[in-house]
Each structure stands twice: as C-alpha cells, then as structure tokens.
C-alpha cells in the first residue's frame, strides 16, 4: 500500500482531473505514479510537461526508455523497472535488450554511452569527470546530447524519489531493478 494517498481519478477535480484527463488521453490510463503525483498539481503538472518536452529530444523513445531503465537500475527502482519495461517492449525492444539495459547496457554504443552517463550522474550525485564526458562524446553523443541525458536523467530522478518515498503501488507486470 502507498505512503501517499493515490488520487481517484474519479474523484479528481480542477487542475487535477484536468491533467488526469489530458494523461488517459494519451496513455489510456492513470498510471499510479501520476495518481500519487496527483496530490499536487504542480508536481504533476510539472512531470507531465517535462516528459512532454524531453519527448522532442534527440534520443527516440526506445532510446529515453533506456536511459530510464538505467536509472531505475542505479535508483533501484522497481516501479519504474516495472513501467520502462513495459513501455519498452510496447516499441518492440526485445527482452534480452531490455535485460541489458537494466544493466546500463545496450548493444547500441550510443545508448550505451547515454545510459553509462545517466548512472554515473545518479551514482556520483551529479558529478561527473572529463574522461566520462569524454567517453560519451567518443561514442558520438554531441552538446546537446549530452545536456538531454542530464534532463532525461533528472525526469527519472523525480518519478524514482516519488517512487520510493510514496511506495507507489506497481500497476505493470513487476520487474525488479536490480536482479
């Protein structure tokens, strides 16, 4: 049972239900994440816009979906291992990539590289050294790359904590972060 209370979307009002609306719209459901983010409107105002920003990104949805199971891996976070999973094999990412990338692997040297900064950023509290930005930009990641991994990164961040202060109930088939 979550620490925080889930919002019925049912019972949802003003911006609340609106932002509930516009997400069943979009996904087909309210996920329990945004349910518990629903207690603030703000929070999840801002979880939505920001996932709709990073969805014009340079990296494709299967590849913000790697970099988020990497950061469920290095956050341990079983909700969001549970979730990403699901999204990704609904963009047709086979099992055994998926597996690899709760790993912060991918046979994709870009992605690899996106990922492996993703978790270094988690593991090192946002610090990170010239030989791992170096590393990235070996792998072909540019600037502007580079900048998106470190917001992709934070979005995750956000739904991790949230995760794991509410223990939010998981509503995919459970994965665990870190097998």
């Not at 291992?81 to 990412?93: D, P």
């Not at 170096?134 to 904590?161: C, F, K, M, P, S």
Request: net charge negative; with cysteine.
């Amino acid at each position: 049972m979550s620490r925080i209370a889930p919002v019925d979307p049912e019972s949802a009002t003003g911006e609340t239900k609106e932002l509930f609306d516009a997400a069943k719209k979009k996904m087909g459901g309210v996920p329990n994440i945004l349910r518990v983010m629903g207690n603030s409107p703000v929070a999840l105002n801002a979880y939505l816009s920001l996932s709709d920003i990073v969805s014009k990104s340079e990296f494709s949805a299967a590849e913000r979906e790697g970099i988020a199971l990497a950061a469920a891996a290095s956050n341990n976070c079983d909700y969001c291992a549970s979730a990403h999973t699901a999204i990704s094999k609904s963009l047709n990412v086979d099992d055994d990539e998926i597996q690899s990338r709760l790993k912060g692997q991918s046979s994709d040297a870009r992605l690899q590289a996106a990922m492996q900064l993703s978790q270094t950023i988690i593991d090192n509290k946002g610090w990170v050294d010239d030989d791992d930005l170096q590393a990235a930009r070996d792998a072909g990641l540019g600037d502007a790359e580079l900048v998106e991994v470190i917001t992709i990164t934070v979005l995750n961040i956000l739904t991790n904590y949230v995760n794991h202060i509410a223990e939010t109930e998981i509503d995919f088939p459970k994965v665990k972060a870190r097998g």
